[in-house]
């Protein structure tokens, strides 16, 4: 069964009673600082990975803590972002979303550390 056409549903064309939906477009300095924040995710979690291949089972203890130094960098640079587009917009969300994924990076980091060193106290 199908509807018929519709009958009275108002004036088309440029007559609308609804004005047209206006989308919201960010302005330039969201859009440079959301690169910025995408610069900083990719220090975090690409450039140890180019330091300290993710395949390594032993790898060397300096090597591993100068890659969790970009992830600590990157994380850092996350905060920071967020931290400045919350002042700027004053949006709660901005800071919890920038805030919170930089915080799970770095604890990816933490992770990462203990797995590629392993050991610790009591193990041989």
């Known amino acids: 069964m199908t ?3 519709a009958h009275d549903v108002g004036p088309t064309g440029d007559d ?5 939906i206006r989308w919201p477009r ?3 300095g969201s859009v440079v600082l959301g690169a910025i924040w995408v610069v900083g995710l990719l ?3 690409v450039v140890p990975a180019l330091i300290v291949p993710p395949s390594a089972t032993n790898p060397n203890v ?7 130094l970009f ?3 990157g994380a850092g640079i996350m905060i920071g972002v967020s931290l400045v587009q919350f002042r700027r917009k004053r949006d709660g969300s901005i800071l919890t979303l920038g ?3 930089a915080i799970a990076v770095f604890l990816g980091g933490i992770i990462l ?4 060193l392993g050991g610790g106290y009591g193990q041989s």
């Open 3 to 5: 509807a018929g056409p």
């Open 62 to 68: 300096g090597r591993t803590w100068f890659a969790f």
């Open 99 to 101: 805030t919170v994924s």
């Open 26 to 28: 960010p302005d330039r």
């Open 43 to 45: 220090i975090a979690l």
């Open 113 to 116: 550390v203990a797995t590629k």
């Open 71 to 73: 992830t600590v960098i």
């Open 16 to 20: 609308r009673a609804q004005a047209p």
